[in-house]
């Protein structure tokens, strides 16, 4: 039994070791019957499927980067003010590793080193995952047209690439609300996104314990972490959002880059000359983070405080490699809404930050919407290529009708394959709950499948490398009737061998062998004829 | 309580009136609250959802169209010697109508009636169904780019029409196997895809009492119903290919012809030509039509006997007006193959075969793929509208990945909207069984809204008439936190209510005036700021 356990039969974990031995990429190999070679995928379920590995969450995940990062000798220990005061409560009293930060005069960015021309062991480690040159690597990260989203703080995560020439991510959101969900929730829905194959996960928290929570989320997360700085500095001010100033702010993105958050969602592009547009909307502004800086700016009669102190919080983001993910707090939230001029004035705005943190050589990723129709999101990518200089685009959905309530997930997953196929690089998932709650564990297995699906078809659409492997595997295994095989190659092996099982007569249950489904019966199934024909 | 019963509340049957008071087309109207106005809905429900109607599967569904029919007096009662033997079993005794056919000379199909420049009451029906006037309905059936699939013997069927300048369809497939399932069950699932919003239903019955499980679908659909004659012929021989001949074809035809069978899938297309091009492929031919028919051609050295007879089947069509389905035998079964040679010589067969057709006034659909990568699907639907001259696209999906068993009602969503966008004008669902097995109820339902949603979202993407008064209801009702009419303008209101009750404390669940919802909580709902904001 291997450490993919029930989840994915025949699945072992395997290592590809680098130009040294600290580098081994992890993948999942699945062992195929017959004598079919095994087929390597990607993989981001982290040392938890790895069955040496003995997970202990107080301890956390092994720090895999921190030799890297000590030898580059830029970096030094310290703890901000900030941070000692908020850490009193520390859930992991047992480590003894102390946040980094830049030393003076030092970048501590990869895109930092991509542009000094050095490929960091971070950039080989993607290269192999990502069966491309390290050197290609490097120049599209040196460029701005990928990121890679490790904060020096997160010394556990595995290094992984958001850009558009690599494969297509996906991103889950979790997080506790107002109304529930405990701390290990949110650590277990963690592993079991990434289980499912979630690229990256948000820590969306909004309600106790935010700090403690993000801290065992962080610790324990093989992916990188993101996080909307904007909700805990609320919830330090109890949610009065009168009290938010740029010092509360900026105090709260220290904590979070002490504690390793990998990026972080900055609204700076909702300014105050956008809002008349946005009043004239359907749906005003459906962002969170941009709703309560519009209301800010308007109470205060200030512009937003994210963009006056944009240097500021890209010093910030500079001293820990946090990637900037440029928060679309004007997306449309309704088809009627989509490409309207506040949106697509923020997007402007966007493209003029995203040229302030490239001076920083801080990593810079661009979100986007929300409710769009088909024949819009065109449009959308290619206004987003060339008004960001083609940094990496981050899309929730798109979705591509409003009426969905229940489904969105599907709705999403209709949008988010076209915009990944267009140029998106990653896609935020979308549950069954959207609109109407927080999903829970089945949703969020559900949200993670139908967007990793959404995604392998804009990869198959774009080519990139190796993306047709799988297909390959699948129609050999379905051409033999290997049904074992095309179970595990499926994106949920459990649910497609028991919705075959179900519609079997009992008594052929736990045959494996038919050359023929219940669809069409043995007489009629064409894949048997056409083997005949093959064979003729 | 509505006929809609506890799946759509709020949701009542109306009626608009033609020029003739006959002419009753149905809408499902949803009551919204407060001063909104109720929004009305295309219908495919039939008279099951009409409180004051009393089913009685023995006797059908009113013949709604039995008037009109005779008034054209084209048509004669003629019951063939081949039904009659087929029909000594005949479920529905007590019903008097006898089989109708075209008057020697006469031509009944709504084609020959448009290119005469008759709008008939069908036409009006249609027109008022979707919101355009009735010359346009006739223009675009003379032209060949919209279909009315209504056999004269189904004259309980609603006229609807299928035609790319309409509303996208969506048709689900039904029928035994050999391997289980009941007539009523059967019946049920007729129903059951009808009341989910199914716009044709295919029976594709291989198992037992064929002809049975069919009579009583059709009497009993509101629904145009398609099948696939070859799989009843062979049936007659046991299911051994070699018995195959066109005369038994030619009688299989008829016997559904006087049944009352709307269209017809027929593989005239697959030619001894393309099997040399098909052996080369990776998953050879994956429908069962064209494996069989290929097989045939082998075994008997001869050319598809559906293709060489075509104008006798033409002949058969006209006198009934059956509508073609002409079926794409060699559909890619997988990524590799899409876009192939053997497909694409189909295509252009399909659209000799269509300008015959066309030469009998037999109106035609075009079948279409399969599994097809998203960046060739653009080109599949350019040459299908160039090389079929503009007739309808009817497609199975296409699914857009070969490994998602288990989630390929999702897959082929994605592929779906996508092609519908494109031009495609009627969907064919797939269920999460798809490769697996074959759907239950709740497969059935769920392959149904799925592909609901993305030919509604298709219908955005083209501008549909009225589709996007449903996304504006919508949006409205979300900013006025309108919840129970949110729940009710979904797909799937039952769900969308369970799904936002579940994720509330136990005390709030049976509230609907909350102003938030749990995916953000009170304090930080986006919706609530912006109307603070509109307001202020």
Chains 1, 2 share one sequence.
């Not at 009293?93 to 930060?101: T, V």
């Not at 940094?391 to 591509?400: I, K, N, S």
């Not at 295994?477 to 499926?490: C, G, I, K, P, V």
Request: charged letters at 25%.
């Amino acid at each position: 039994m291997s450490g993919y356990g029930k989840y994915f039969p025949r699945s072992e974990k395997i290592y590809v070791e680098g130009s040294r031995p600290d580098i081994r990429v992890p993948f999942r190999e699945i062992r195929l019957h017959g004598d079919n070679d095994n087929l390597r995928l990607y993989d981001v379920s982290g040392p938890y499927t790895d069955p040496s590995y003995e997970p202990d969450l107080k301890q956390g995940l092994p720090a895999i980067r921190s030799e890297w990062i000590a030898e580059r000798g830029d970096t030094e220990v310290h703890l901000s003010n900030v941070a000692i005061l908020s850490n009193a409560d520390k859930a992991f009293q047992g480590l003894e590793r102390q946040p980094l930060r830049a030393k003076a005069g030092k970048t501590v960015t990869q895109m930092a080193y991509a542009r000094q021309g050095t490929v960091t062991p971070e950039m080989e480690y993607i290269a192999i995952r990502e069966h491309v040159a390290p050197e290609f690597v490097r120049a599209e990260v040196a460029a701005g047209r990928a990121v890679i989203p490790l904060n020096i703080n997160h010394p556990e995560a595995e290094p992984m690439i958001i850009g558009r020439k690599f494969r297509t991510k996906v991103n889950a959101n979790i997080g506790n609300s107002a109304l529930g969900s405990s701390i290990e929730e949110e650590v277990d829905k963690m592993q079991w996104s990434t289980l499912w194959g979630a690229d990256t996960v948000m820590d969306l928290s909004t309600g106790a314990d935010i700090h403690d929570t993000r801290e065992w989320i962080v610790r324990n997360s093989p992916t990188p972490i993101g996080t909307v700085p904007l909700y805990q500095a609320l919830k330090k001010i109890d949610d009065d959002a009168d009290g938010l100033s740029w010092e509360l702010y900026r105090d709260t993105l220290i904590e979070q880059a002490e504690q390793g958050i990998d990026y972080f969602t900055i609204h700076a592009g909702v300014l105050r000359n956008i809002i008349p547009h946005a009043k004239k909307r359907q749906l005003g502004i459906v962002s969170r983070g941009g709703s309560v800086l519009a209301k800010w700016m308007m109470d205060n009669d200030s512009e937003n405080f994210l963009y006056t102190h944009f240097r500021e919080i890209c010093e910030i983001m500079a001293r820990y490699d946090i990637t900037f993910s440029l928060g679309d707090g004007l997306r449309p939230g309704c088809i009627e809404d989509a490409n309207d001029e506040a949106q697509l004035a923020e997007l402007k705005t966007l493209g003029e930050l995203t040229k302030i943190a490239w001076e920083y050589d801080v990593q810079v990723m661009i979100e986007g919407p929300g409710h769009v129709p088909l024949d819009k999101i065109k449009e959308n990518m290619d206004l987003q290529l060339q008004d960001c200089f083609e940094a990496p685009f981050y899309t929730l959905g798109p979705l591509v009708t409003d009426c969905a309530p229940g489904y969105d997930h599907v709705n999403s997953a209709i949008g988010g394959a076209v915009i990944g196929w267009y140029g998106t690089s990653m896609l935020c998932y979308v549950t069954p709950k959207e609109h109407l709650g927080l999903p829970n564990r089945a949703d969020v297995k559900e949200g993670v499948i139908v967007h990793k699906i959404a995604a392998h078809a804009a990869d198959l659409a774009k080519g990139v490398p190796g993306s047709m492997d799988r297909d390959i595997a699948m129609t050999k295994a379905r051409r033999e009737f290997r049904w074992e095989d095309q179970y595990n190659l499926s994106f949920d092996p459990h649910r497609a061998r028991e919705y075959r099982r179900e519609s079997l007569p009992p008594e052929e249950r736990d045959q494996v062998d038919q050359h023929y489904c219940s669809m069409c019966g043995e007489r009629y199934c064409s894949m048997r004829i056409s083997e005949e024909i093959r064979k003729s």
